[in-house]
């Protein structure tokens, strides 16, 4: 069973910065387990942001975040980052993190890769 635990979130102002945390406790990790981070606002549907692969370390992101938000992992921590600049009132959200096998790069943006998720985190920007 594999739990993730999100922290970090909170109300910052437009051009502000935040960094989320997502906690997982993984026994087994193979060259496919994936950590993405997703977020949902009020009244639309959830929506990727940011992914990165646990060996290797490579990195997806949606376009709208690029350039302003970072992924990053502590293995020895077997922690997830998000660390979020920049910040503007659009990125209002639930921020969840989620834990999967992904094959293929087009599937790192799909939540149905994700097979565990967290319970999310509030971030909300205030203009």
């Known amino acids: 069973q594999v739990q993730l635990v999100e922290s970090g979130g909170g109300l910052v102002q437009a051009g502000g910065s935040l960094k989320l945390s997502c906690a997982a406790s993984?026994?087994?990790?193979?060259?496919?387990?994936?950590v993405g981070w997703f977020r949902q606002a009020p009244g639309k549907e959830r929506e990727f942001v940011s992914a990165?692969?646990?060996?290797?370390?490579?990195?997806y992101n949606t376009d709208s975040v690029r350039g302003r938000f970072t992924i990053s992992r502590d293995n020895a921590k077997n922690t997830v980052y998000l660390q979020m600049n920049s910040l503007e009132p659009e990125d209002t959200a639930v921020y969840y993190c989620?834990?999967?096998?992904?094959?293929?790069?087009?599937?790192?943006?799909?939540?149905?890769?994700?097979?565990?998720w967290g319970q999310g985190t509030q971030v909300t920007v205030s203009s």
């Open positions: 989620a834990v999967g096998e992904v094959y293929y790069s087009g599937d790192y943006a799909r939540d149905g890769s994700y097979g565990y």
């Open positions: 993984i026994r087994t990790f193979t060259q496919y387990t994936a």
């Open positions: 990165i692969r646990w060996a290797g370390g490579s990195t």
